[in-house]
Structures are given as structure tokens and as C-alpha cells.
């Protein structure tokens, strides 16, 4: 996308959307520089964008909290960039929706411009092309040609897959996230006290979460399991929502860090803590609307093999009680025979 040019000046006053005339060219001038041109040149601009005659230039500021944006801009005190693939305007001070993180990450891909460390590995498991909202919230349905269900706050799918016919009324909201993940292997056990104090301290300085939505913390060893906790009634508009949180920290461990040259580090007791997986698990508010075709087939496995050991442990019992059954005949019947021989 070729951005709009531009003109700057001396002042570097910002204007708001008009147009000027100069030497016979309209040039927009939206979060432009004032120009003063004389004999017909243009000054050179300032590191915000590209000149009028079409070059680039380096962008105002870096998106710390987000990698996959373009044409940022400073704003003040804070950064603003165009969110990859959806061109919504994000926030550079705080974490970006999950929804436009995998409306950029899915353009990344198939333009093959995705930017991942050697060590990472693709992650496919749910993901997809999303519809936002404006808000960079998830659309309550979302479809992939003719198919299509809903979703809840988090962006996973809640219902069966239908025709475009479908209706979702609402946009459910997550309101417990469990992540579960192992550390790798280690002599000893970690001290439990400062595991959750490493991460607590991270959930709430890297992640921005505020400290009352973080649940239980958990440590079996080699396994952590976090809980996040977030009701419609609790959150207030300014805070982080549990689900970018999640969705931050899954890329984190996984080695695909959606910060800018920021990758996560954890220690305890002055040792780097190193993870082997990380798998995350969704509660919503209202019950999810499943029936049994989407049901995996090693559910269904599972399923079969549980009825067919009831039904072979009801057999059993069965069998066993007529065999009993028939022993204790036999043993009358032979009570019977032995009275009848005695009297005669």
C-alpha cells in the first residue's frame, strides 16, 4: 500500500484534513507538516513519512507491544499504528486484541512476509482468518466461505459449523481461562512461593493485567497451571482483557513473541525458566452449544471403550450371580436327596 504523501515545514504544526493548491496539485494534508514552498520545491519532511514525491522514510515511533503493524505515527506521549491486514488503529501503550493480532498474523502468512524466530513453530490449532469489529473485538459469528459459528470473547468457537444462515445474538464472554503448562526438566523442584511470585510480577508488568483477575497458580511438578478470571461485571473499560492476555502469553512460550524484540524471560531464584508446552483451556459465561457430530473421533473412541467396559463389567455380574444362582439349587437339591435317604 503506497501511503498518502505529505508536506512538512519549519513549523511542524499538525493539521487537520484540507486541502491546499500548490503549483497546480492538491496534497491532503491529514497529521501533516504546514509547508512553505517557494519556487515550486518542497522542503524535506521530518522521519514521519513518505515526501510528496512518493519516497519513504522511517516511521515515527516503534509499536513495543505489537510487531505485526505498519505506518506508525507518534501521537504525544503514546505510538499509533495501522494494525496489519485490517488497518484498524492500535494503541502501541497497551496489548492489541487477539482478533486483529490473528487478522495480522493470517496476512502475514499468506503474503509469506511472516517474521518468526528460528525456533518457532507454526501454530495452526484454531487459527483462522477473523471479522472484527471496529472495537478490534471478535464478530459473534464468524464464517470461512460457506460455513460458519460462533464464538466467544476469546475467538474459539462455541457452536457447531453451520450454513450462512446461522444467528449469533451475542458475543459470550470468557470468563475463566486456565493455562496449563511444563517447565523443563530440572534436578529439583522450583520453591512453589517464588514460581507464583515470578509470575504474578510478569503477568502484571509485561502483560498489563491488572492483579485481582489472576486466579489460582498451581505448581506440580514439572507442571504450572495458571488460572485468569474475568466476569462482564468485573471489568472495567481500561483493563486488559483475559484473552489478549492469553493469547500474548501462548505466543510467548511457544517462541513466536508478538512484542517487538521483547521475548519472554522468567526467572526464579536467579535461574531462566524454560517450557516444553503450553496448552489453554476456555470457560465462557453461557454454556457452549456442541452436539455430538462435533465431537473428535478419539472423543468417540474414548466413549465407545467406557460404554463397552460397562456393558462388559453388567455381563460379568450377570454371569456371575447365575452361577451362583445355580450352585446354591444344586446344594438344596442334594440337602433334599440326603433327608429323603435318611428317613427311608
Not at 22 to 42: L, M, N
Not at 151 to 162: I, L, Q, S
Not at 325 to 341: C, D, Q, S, T
Request: net charge neutral.
Amino acid at each position: 500500500m503506497t501511503p498518502e504523501p505529505f508536506v512538512s515545514g519549519a513549523e511542524g504544526t499538525r493539521l487537520p484534513e484540507v486541502q491546499v493548491q500548490e503549483q497546480g496539485v492538491a496534497v491532503p494534508r491529514s497529521s501533516q507538516c504546514i509547508a512553505h514552498v517557494q519556487g515550486g520545491a518542497v522542503p524535506s519532511c521530518p522521519p514521519r513519512g513518505p515526501r510528496v514525491h512518493g519516497s519513504t522514510s522511517l516511521p515515527d515511533c516503534v509499536c513495543t507491544k505489537n510487531k505485526r503493524v505498519t505506518n506508525c505515527v507518534k501521537m504525544g506521549d503514546t505510538c499509533q499504528c495501522e494494525s496489519i491486514g485490517s488497518g484498524v488503529t492500535v494503541e502501541c501503550d497497551t496489548l492489541t486484541s487477539k482478533c486483529l493480532l490473528m487478522k495480522a498474523e493470517m496476512t502475514g502468512t499468506k503474503a509469506g512476509r511472516r517474521e518468526k524466530p528460528k525456533e518457532a513453530f507454526e501454530d495452526t490449532d484454531g487459527l483462522y482468518d477473523p471479522d472484527c469489529e471496529n472495537n478490534g473485538m471478535f464478530k459473534a459469528r464468524q464464517c470461512n466461505g460457506t460455513s460458519c459459528w460462533c464464538v466467544n470473547t476469546a475467538g474459539v468457537r462455541r457452536t457447531d459449523k453451520h450454513d450462512t444462515n446461522l444467528k449469533c445474538n451475542e458475543l459470550v464472554r470468557t470468563r475463566l481461562i486456565i493455562i496449563k503448562m511444563k517447565h523443563g526438566e530440572r534436578e529439583a523442584p522450583l520453591s512453589t512461593g517464588s514460581l507464583k511470585k515470578a509470575f504474578v510480577e510478569t503477568i502484571t508488568s509485561r502483560y498489563m493485567l491488572d492483579g485481582r483477575y489472576i486466579g489460582d497458580i498451581v505448581y506440580e511438578n514439572p507442571y504450572i497451571t495458571i488460572d485468569l478470571k474475568q466476569n462482564s461485571s468485573d471489568k472495567s473499560p481500561g483493563d486488559v482483557d483475559i484473552a489478549n492476555v492469553a493469547y500474548y502469553f501462548e505466543k510467548d512460550v511457544k517462541g513466536d513473541s508478538l512484542f517487538h524484540n521483547d521475548r519472554l524471560n522468567i526467572s526464579i531464584d536467579n535461574e531462566m525458566l524454560r517450557f516444553e508446552k503450553i496448552v489453554v483451556y476456555y470457560l465462557d459465561e453461557v454454556a457452549p452449544e456442541f452436539s455430538m457430530k462435533s465431537l473428535t473421533p478419539g472423543v468417540i473412541a474414548v466413549i465407545v471403550v467406557v460404554i463397552l467396559a460397562i456393558v462388559a463389567g453388567i455381563v460379568v455380574l450377570v454371569c456371575t450371580r447365575r452361577r451362583k444362582g445355580k450352585y446354591v439349587k444344586a446344594e438344596v437339591k442334594e440337602m433334599n436327596e440326603m433327608h429323603r435317604g435318611l428317613n427311608a
